[in-house]
């Protein structure tokens, strides 16, 4: 089983539709981020949580929400989705060893029509 | 703004050529340098992670350099292999940012043919 779990996969949903999308991971990291990957775009940080209690915003998170329900687990909510989210979302870990080393998980396809 | 450029955008080799994969960056205040690969629809897998303070990293057939002065990282694939087909991207973590907040490379797209 993978470390770093998102479910949804794929995602097909229509404008103005609440989306959830989760990560769950088994690494006991406590960092946990989320990231959007566009073509030509590369990724960009949308969201960032160092704990439980601390949720940061990254580059692009207006029109993005975030939960983090536990250590493991951090969730992206799209309150009323738009066509312009439609892209590749990862989830992604970081350990408290300060490494600075990334682990992604599969990522979740969303389309927005 | 740090700027991270990858090129060529896409390179293809034949079997058991050696890769070379460039990534240039304009600010050499970074705390690491990370390599990853991405199979198509598929999430990125951490190659070799660089720290300021080093010059290489090595695994396996892989090695990754780091020039700081010239703004430079190079990967190195020695004898490339179908399965070495992929987009390759580099990550650079700032030393003025918070951890994770990475500044990726577009990637370069590699196919080796058999």
């Known amino acids: 089983d993978a470390d770093v779990t998102q479910t949804p996969r794929n995602r097909i949903t229509k404008t103005g539709k609440r989306i959830m999308l989760e990560c769950s991971q088994t690494k006991g990291h406590d960092r946990m981020y989320w990231y959007r990957q566009d073509p030509g775009l590369g990724l960009r940080l949308i969201y960032y949580s160092f704990d439980v209690k601390d949720i940061n915003k990254g580059e692009i998170s207006d029109g993005y929400s975030v939960s983090r329900q536990a250590q493991a687990k951090f969730s992206l909510s799209l309150e009323s989705a738009i066509p312009n989210q439609t892209a590749l979302y990862f989830c992604?870990?970081?350990?408290?060893?300060?490494?600075?080393?990334?682990?992604f998980g599969e990522g979740s396809r969303l389309t927005v029509l | 703004k740090q700027e991270v450029t990858q090129i060529p955008a896409a390179l293809s080799v034949p079997e058991g050529e050696n890769l070379v994969l460039n990534c240039s960056f304009t600010?050499?205040?970074?705390?690491?340098l990370q390599w990853f690969r991405q199979d198509p629809g598929k999430g990125l897998t951490s190659l070799l992670l660089i720290q300021s303070s080093q010059r290489e990293q090595t695994s396996g057939r892989l090695n990754a350099s780091l020039d700081k002065s010239s703004g430079r990282s190079t990967l190195y694939i020695a004898a490339s292999q179908p399965g070495d087909s992929a987009t390759y991207l580099c990550?650079?973590?700032?030393?003025?940012?918070?951890?994770?907040?990475?500044?990726f490379g577009a990637g370069t797209q590699v196919v080796v043919t058999p």
């Open positions: 600010d050499s205040a970074i705390y690491n």
């Open positions: 992604a870990t970081s350990g408290s060893e300060n490494t600075g080393e990334l682990f």
């Open positions: 990550a650079l973590l700032m030393t003025t940012d918070s951890w994770g907040k990475l500044q």
